[in-house]
Nanobody, 124 residues
């Protein structure tokens, strides 16, 4: 069974940093692109970032570019989202998701399994 479990969410002040983790099991992690998608309260899904299976290529939404990075550790089957210079508008539930191929590009059309999400609240 494929499982993705996010952790690391919480309350942080504007300008602060947070690192989310996504522990995975049940599939060959190193063979697939992985993405982060978020959903702010009362709003729709927003794609955040994607990293290629081997980690060589990444892409980010304009809203987080330059502030977020998406490293992965294929030896630990774990995806991360390093979030710096956080803003109140980054408040959302963050989901990691498993792509259907080594590279899936931006967007969430080609994401097939999602975690349960972790809540990030940016507020003073």
């Amino acid at each position: 069974e494929v499982q993705l479990v996010e952790s690391g969410g919480g309350l942080v002040q504007p300008g602060g940093s947070l690192r989310l983790s996504c522990a995975t099991s049940g599939f060959t992690f190193s063979n697939y692109a992985m993405s982060w998608v978020r959903q702010a309260p009362g709003k729709g899904l927003e794609w955040v970032s994607v990293i290629k299976s081997g980690g060589g290529s990444t892409s980010y939404a304009d809203s987080v570019k330059g502030r977020f990075t998406v490293p992965r550790d294929n030896a630990k089957n774990t995806l991360y989202l390093q979030m710096n210079s956080l803003k109140p508008e980054d408040t959302a539930v963050y989901y990691c998701a498993h792509g259907v191929a080594p590279w899936v590009g931006s967007g969430y059309r080609y994401l097939e399994v999602w975690g349960q999400g972790t809540l990030v609240t940016v507020s003073s």
